[in-house]
């Protein structure tokens, strides 16, 4: 081919893609795939994808397209920019194309433009999805805005049973949908891909998102193993990317001020920390989805399933541990959907968790689907040298050493009243979802970095291994 038939090829493959960015998502010409070379060029063998996927270098014959951008401080922006040919004798000046798309990447992002905003992408349409579109649609109503600067919102949303995805459209008013997951995770106009897909979907959309340069937010686990949730990291971590971990439990009221008395000193040495958590639910299950009791769906039960949040509470709270013992209790073999079908549960529906901190506090979380609650759950308790708290989400009592009564034992007279002693300090309920969204897009925004992270996930996910691990052998196992 010669260099004028491989400039016109080029042009060409150019148009198409530009003309893709104007028509809907499903519409879209697909980008090439992953080491395939654009028309007429073949691929150099080292040539490596570009550094920094936030700002993608656009080519083109009339300069950088809007919303596009040029690194004049990247060398091999420069050298790009240097090489590129001529268009033809019949036309002149530099053709300009994306270098992810140069590069052979086979997809590229936007770079990030106040004026055109942020495009936030939710993958799925169950419970998280709707509670994550909520917040989304919040923050997009209110006027989302990064130090005085104003940045709209557009929602996509993908999911699978087209009735579900219309539903959600007409409540949030979203800005387009599909039933096409390659299509959301190709489109170069996705700035941040939201994850709340059931558990054996977050890898592979997840790892296809991060490498095309998205920013990534997940329901938690991060993934189903750890092999997985290193290999995330990695990616993200190449990628230059932000990445976060659904952990609305942190920015929960009660949780969050907890954080706030121990970080100021109220608690003093903490000695303990004790989580209870879990409800009834029946051998037919209906209220809870019913994927959460097949493994091959899930990944585990509910160790998998709740220790992903009460880990990186202990951690969030305490700091790092350093022995895991655990047992488990799998009462109902069969189970049935809500229709009355019957499967095989292979996912354990109790266990007890005993850990050791660094700083030689204890804790211990009780986790059952085959107990009748009768307080608030999760209820947590936290006992220290000074003082000691019991909280809920929506509520909190301290007691101080100086309100703590003396304690007598007297088998044929009632105990003192539980309550003596207890305060209760006043807490400001607030959507979790919506704190950690806003908090993760202003840090797509500013750079910087967002807790809690992909790193924060993948010692929660260390953390679930060694546990089932102990519950196998019976014996404690110590954090490496």
Known sequence: MTADLAVEALETALQRAQTALELPLEGRHRPLQPGQPPPGQKEAANDQPHPDQREVIAFHPRGPPAGWAIRPDCIRCRDRASTVRPLSPRRSGLLYLPAAYVSGRGSWTMALDPTRGLTVAVLGTGRMARLHLRALARLRDRGFSVNGQFWPLRLVLYGRDPAKVAALQREFG???????????LDAPDIDIVDNCLVNTLHYEPLLRAVRQGKHAFTDKPLANTLAEARDLLSAAQAAGVRHGIVQNMRFQAGPARAKELLEAGALGRVFHVRIVF??????????????????????????HDMMA?????????????RSVYCATGLYFPIRRDPEGRPFVNECEDAAVVVVRFASGALGDIFLSWVRRKHEEVPFFEIDGEKASLIFSFNHLKIQSAEQ????TYDPTRQQADPEAGWESLPLLPVDPFEVQLR??????VTGQEYRPNWADAVETQHLIELAYESAASGRAVLVE
């Open 309 to 321: 949040h009460f880990f990186d509470l202990l951690r969030y709270w305490l700091g790092p541990i």
């Open 278 to 303: 879990g409800y009834f639910v029946p051998e037919t299950v209906t209220n809870r989805p019913a994927w959460f009791y097949q493994k091959d769906l899930a990944g585990g039960g509910i160790v």
């Open 439 to 444: 908090d993760f897009l202003t840090a797509v």
């Open 174 to 184: 979203l800005d387009r949908t599909t039933t096409d997951l390659a299509a959301v």
């Open 404 to 407: 703590t009564p003396t304690f």
